[in-house]
């Protein structure tokens, strides 16, 4: 028996916030809407690898993209209804890993002793 046939739903979810980066990039947007190179600067992720799960999480309905005519173009990235349903999910998540995970073990982790906001 395949894992998926358990619960479909559940393995999409997974396989939606489970990517790399994916989940990071849902807590940065739960501080609220942000430019693209807002949320670049926060994360240590390439732009073409940002600029793909920006679109994945747009695609899935998690994502809202505005573009605002001005001159220059100014692009904003927030979570619709359907990604701030995340937010549970994601604080659950950071207060497990707050219990659980020892600082350091992260590679490339910088600073041992910090902590998320």
Do not use: N
Request: proline share 8%; with cysteine; hydrophobic share 35%.
């Amino acid at each position: 028996m395949k894992s998926t046939d358990l619960c479909p739903r559940l393995q999409k979810s997974m396989d939606i916030i489970g990517r790399r980066w994916t989940g990071l990039i849902i807590y940065q947007l739960l501080q609220g809407p942000q430019r693209f190179s807002a949320i670049e600067a926060s994360l240590p992720v390439s732009g073409r690898l940002l600029s793909e799960r920006l679109k994945e999480l747009e695609q899935e309905g998690i994502v809202l993209r505005e573009v605002f005519p001005e001159t220059p173009v100014r692009i904003q990235y927030s979570l619709t209804d359907k990604g701030l349903a995340l937010k549970a999910v994601i604080r659950d998540l950071q207060q497990w890993s707050d219990a659980w995970i020892e600082p350091g073990s992260s590679p490339g982790e910088d600073d041992p002793s910090s902590s998320c906001p």
